[in-house]
Each structure stands twice: as C-alpha cells, then as structure tokens.
C-alpha cells in the first residue's frame, strides 16, 4: 500500500499519431475537461461496488457496457487505499496488482475515452497507452503525487475498440470518461454540405 508524500509531475513526452483516424493526447495532471475533440465526454460514476483492494475484471460504462480489463484488477480509492492521485480526485481507481500491463477493451460504439494513471512506486516512470491504430501517448508520471490525463477519440467515423497501457512498474488507472457515436468533424460536415448543394444544383439544372 502506498504511503501518502506530495511531488510535482513533470511531463517530458505527449501524445504521438501514427494514423490520422485516432487522435491521441497527453493531458499531465490536470482535471478533465469537458470535450474530448468534437466529443462531450460523461465521466464515469462512483462504483458502488467494494473498494480496498477488491478484484474486478471490468468497470460498467455511464453509457451501457462495460470497460473489460483484461487482468484482474484491484478496486480501491485514490487517496484513502491508494495514497495519492491528482487535482483533487478522490474516487475509484483501479491497480493492475504487481502486473506492468493492462489492456482495457471498450463498449461497443465508443467514440472518445479518457483515463488517468499513475505508477504505484513512488519517483518517475514512464506510462505508455497505445490502441489498435498505433496512437500512442507516453508520459512520465509522477508516483508520489501526478496521475496523468490520456485521451483519445476517433474521427471520419472510426471508433475506439481497445486501449493497452504498460509500464516498466505496476500502476493505476482510473477516473474514466466516455462519448458514444460517430461526431464529423466540422470539415467534414462543410463538404458534405458542400456536395450536397453542387448535387441539388445539378439535378435543378437537369430538370429546368
């Protein structure tokens, strides 16, 4: 168990894309906004389920399904059975119990998804959080006192399926946010536009 001591996260790498279809973005420590790209994101609520280090092998979505761990996790609560988090958070995270790796597959339909994490030794480690399209976002987060923000959303209709995480050391994650459907992007949605009136002019064009 951890014992509670006060760092500064220092943030020394973002987000990277690999493929123009899944945007990925490193947020540091800061709380979560309310948008995640074109998508307004729902946090998660308290899991009524019991803390203190209970296993888990999913957490349900505010928007049907479930998050499914792909290892047993332990249930607990930032800053009462996990010492310390970020921003002030004080609820339910998830500890990959000594593993160094989780990958968490997502509802059916999810567009966008967030999470934070923090390594359980104390000191700085780096965090990796990659999806099937090669977005990847490492950073290095702070285990005495920075869990980090890591994003990603899907765009031109692609959507998210699942997200592994891995460290050098075990970790936590948790303080979940989802959105659901396909959002266009506003280019998109101008060109569509944009064809749409070119079509109708020429079909009036056809019929006068």
Known sequence: MKRAVVFVL???????????????????????????????MTPFPVDGRP????????????????????????????????????????????????ATSVTMALPAGTGAFYFYAEPNPYGFYEIT????AGTSITQSVDG????????????DGDLLNTITVSSGVDFAVG??????????LPGAALLASIGLGYASMRLRRRTA
């Open 51 to 98: 803390a203190g280090y209970t296993s888990v092998t999913s957490v349900p979505s505010p928007l049907g399904g479930d998050v499914d761990f792909s290892i047993a996790m332990a249930h607990a609560i930032a800053t009462v059975d996990w010492a310390t988090w970020s921003h002030g958070y004080t609820g339910d995270i998830y500890w990959t119990n000594g």
């Open 175 to 184: 303080e979940f946010g989802i959105a659901g459907g396909v959002v266009p």
């Open 144 to 155: 005495g006192a920075g869990a980090a923000y890591y994003g990603f959303y899907g765009t």
């Open 129 to 132: 959080a990659t999806t099937p």
């Open 10 to 40: 220092v943030i020394v790498s973002g987000a990277t894309m690999a493929q123009a279809d899944v945007i990925g973005v490193g947020g540091g420590p800061a709380a979560p906004g309310a948008t995640l790209g074109p998508y307004t």
